[in-house]
T-cell receptor, first 111, second 112 residues
Framework: QKEVEQNSGPLSVPEGAIASLNCTYS??????FFWYRQYSGKSPELIMS????GDKEDGRFTAQLNKASQYVSLLIRDSQPSDSATYLC???????????FGTGTQLKVEL | EAQVTQNPRYLITVTGKKLTVTCSQN?????MSWYRQDPGLGLRQIYY???????DKGDVPEGYKVSRKEKRNFPLILESPSPNQTSLYFC???????????FGNGTRLTVT
């Protein structure tokens, strides 16, 4: 089992809809969780970080963490074409000194 | 402006010719790391450094060397590059090991 798993997509949603991106992980002691956005040919940029169970909202983005079920998700409300990118889930593993990335989910927001 | 600067952005070289990719940060960050990104494999850590003179292997260290002689710089060295090291490389830094990473702009390396 991979340490961090994401569906590669592409996930296609119409403009204005809610995009839901999911990530599961295997290390039960993970404490820090991050979502990064990466446009083609560019470097990843941080969207959200979450450290405790529940929801964390920032503008149109909501991160959800469920440690018991070992998944973290990212909701994007009112999706815009500019949200079209690859979204990377990253989790602090290995006793807390390594950030492990999923392979990313490609999101396409269609007009 | 806070930034992580990698050079060069693009590099084409031949098998066996030693090269260095530089990484410099102006944020006084303790933690620095190198990742490579390949299609279908995602971002994989090569080496990381918790502080000056402290470095350790990541998931894919074979064929790479690093050094951390000063806080702001963390160069990646390929002593004898091979075609399987053709990849997109990112340097990333953070204030501590469990803080979000700030990425450089990337270096696209092609080894023929």
């Amino acid at each position: 089992q991979k340490e961090v798993e994401q569906n590669s997509g592409p996930l296609s949603v119409p403009e204005g809809a809610i995009a839901s991106l999911n990530c599961t992980y295997s290390d039960r002691v993970s404490q820090s969780f991050f979502w990064y956005r990466q446009y083609s040919g560019k470097s990843p940029e941080l969207i959200m970080s979450i450290y405790s169970n529940g929801d964390k909202e920032d503008g149109r983005f909501t991160a959800q963490l469920n440690k018991a079920s070992q998944y973290v998700s990212l909701l994007i409300r009112d999706s815009q074409p500019s949200d079209s990118a690859t979204y990377l889930c990253a989790i602090l593993t290995g006793g807390g000194n390594k950030l492990t990335f999923g392979t990313g989910t490609q999101l396409k927001v269609e007009l | 402006e806070a930034q992580v600067t990698q050079n060069p952005r693009y590099l084409i070289t031949v098998t066996g010719k030693k090269l260095t990719v530089t990484c410099s940060q102006n944020m006084n960050h303790e933690y620095m790391s190198w990742y490579r990104q390949d299609p279908g494999l995602g971002l994989r850590q090569i080496y990381y450094s918790m502080n000056v003179e402290v470095t350790d292997k990541g998931d894919v260290p074979e064929g790479y060397k690093v050094s951390r002689k000063e806080k702001r710089n963390f160069p990646l060295i390929l002593e004898s590059p091979s075609p399987n090291q053709t990849s997109l490389y990112f340097c990333a830094t953070s204030g501590s090991y469990n803080s979000p990473l700030h990425f450089g702009n990337g270096t696209r390396l092609t080894v023929t």
